[in-house]
């Protein structure tokens, strides 16, 4: 079982309350950041004691992961559904990343979550860390998946360069105020895409 599955399996098994603490834990870590945000915050926000919190998250790191896999679910189940909506042909679902963007990034004006709490976990072996690294990953592979099934040349190079034109778009949308960033990156990638067609 991956791990954003395992995530989602244990969302679905919390308790009301423990939905609540997440929720509440999950606006303010993206709002104000990790470090800045205490389980007594969280705690007093969601209404419940740090033992509740404690009890159902183990501490403030197991909440942390759950919220990154939280959000990690919610990006890969969009990503399915426009996935499923366009059908098998591996050339058109390379481009639907880029094409949810916008849909994305609508409710993302802080950027990316995992991108903000990267720079807030320097240690490679924090749990919040591996989940981050991990959700990078499954996009490349399936940038590399599909342009493989397309007959793309040198999909291995190809996947990163689209790896970093979307996350480029990501960072550009929120700091640098770039409201057509998504549309660029498409463009640019649908590009890179028919160049690399035989």
């Known amino acids: 079982m ?13 308790t009301p309350g423990a939905r609540r603490i997440l929720a509440v834990a999950s606006e ?6 990790i470090h800045a945000v205490g389980v007594d915050t969280i705690a007093a926000e969601s209404g419940v004691t740090k033992r509740t919190l404690y009890d159902r998250f183990g501490s403030k790191d197991g909440l942390l992961v759950a919220y990154l896999e939280t959000r990690d679910q919610r990006w890969r189940d969009l990503l399915g559904e426009h996935l499923a909506a366009v059908g098998d042909d591996p050339a058109r679902r390379v481009l639907v990343p880029f094409e949810v963007l916008p849909e994305w990034l609508g409710e993302s004006d802080r950027g990316c979550s995992f991108i903000n709490a990267f720079a807030e976990l320097p240690e490679p072996e924090h749990p919040g860390r591996q989940v981050i690294v991990a959700e990078k990953k499954w996009l490349r592979d ?5 342009l493989t ?3 793309a040349a040198d999909p291995d190079q190809l996947a990163v360069q689209l790896l970093s034109l979307h996350e480029g778009a990501v960072v550009s949308f929120a700091i640098a105020d ?6 660029a990156a498409h463009a640019a990638a649908e590009a890179l895409l028919t160049a690399a067609m035989p």
């Not at 991956?2 to 919390?14: E, F, I, V």
């Not at 303010?28 to 950041?33: C, E, N, P, T, V």
């Not at 399936?142 to 599909?146: T, V, W």
């Not at 770039?178 to 549309?183: F, G, I, P, Q, T």
């Open 28 to 33: 303010l870590f993206y709002r104000r950041g």
């Open 2 to 14: 991956s791990r954003a599955t395992s995530g989602a399996a244990r969302a679905d098994r919390l």
């Open 178 to 183: 770039e409201s057509h960033a998504a549309e």
């Open 142 to 146: 399936l940038f590399h998946r599909e």
């Open 149 to 151: 099934a397309a007959g």
